[in-house]
């Protein structure tokens, strides 16, 4: 019954590593989005996907890159990692075209902490 | 730019007493003006939402008061129950169509006193 879930839920490793998180929703949503948590609870978007093409994407550094081999599934692929990617990153998705009021479905969250 | 900016940054309160968290927007194109819930290890979820086309809206004991001209919202959750504890962020979109791009302020850790 998970509706959006990531995996996986803690990730630790070492700086300069290459690492991804993996993200699925069984919503039958076509939008998904991926946000950063940060130490301070700030949340704030990266990018959104909908229907595998990239819809918004805010000034993040392009280590950051997102994937989606289908509606249902948007990863989160980061290069050569370093101590500030460290924070909680969340999935959500929601469903596309009814305007800005479509709810938007998180996932657990992944903490990632690069050492 | 913090567009959207939720005060206080924390907030406790008694048991049956009633919660207060603010909110004040910058950008008009906003329309549209969710809270979320996020409880400690768990992702944020939807709570209640509001359109500045009404100026309050109650789901519950959860009310969101809205003041298009000041530009503020305000979430208040009567008889707190302890529960309710959990850190509470308002967030705005605008736009039609598309992928709905949430700008999120700064969230209340909301502590309730048994």
């Known amino acids: 019954d998970t509706a959006v879930s990531q995996t996986p839920k803690y990730l630790v490793t070492q700086m300069g590593n290459d690492k991804s998180i993996k993200c699925e929703q069984n919503?039958?949503?076509?939008?998904m989005y991926w946000y950063k948590q940060d130490s301070k609870k700030f949340l704030k978007i990266m990018f959104s996907y909908n229907n595998k093409e990239l819809i918004i994407n805010e000034t993040v550094p392009n280590r950051f890159s997102p994937k989606s081999p289908d509606k249902a599934h948007l990863n989160l692929h980061i290069n050569s990692l370093e101590l500030g990617d460290s924070a909680v990153y969340f999935c959500a998705s929601s469903h596309w075209g009814s305007g800005s009021t479509d709810t938007q479905y998180f996932g657990p969250g992944t903490r990632l902490t690069v050492l | 730019q913090q567009q959207v900016k939720q005060s206080p940054q924390s907030l406790i309160v008694q048991k049956g007493g009633i919660s207060i968290i603010n909110c004040a927007y910058e950008n008009t194109a906003f329309d549209y003006f969710p809270w979320y819930q996020q409880f400690p290890g768990k992702g944020p979820a939807l709570l209640i939402a509001?359109?500045?086309?009404?100026s309050e809206k109650k789901e519950g004991r959860f009310t969101i008061s809205f003041n298009k001209s000041a530009k503020q919202f305000s979430l208040h959750i009567m008889d707190s129950q302890p529960g309710d504890s959990a850190t509470y962020f308002c967030?705005?979109?605008?736009?039609?169509?598309?992928?709905?791009?949430?700008?999120f302020g700064q969230g209340t850790r909301l502590t309730i006193n048994p």
């Open positions: 967030a705005a979109s605008g736009g039609r169509g598309g992928a709905q791009k949430l700008v």
């Open positions: 509001i359109r500045p086309d009404v």
């Open positions: 919503l039958g949503h076509d939008t």
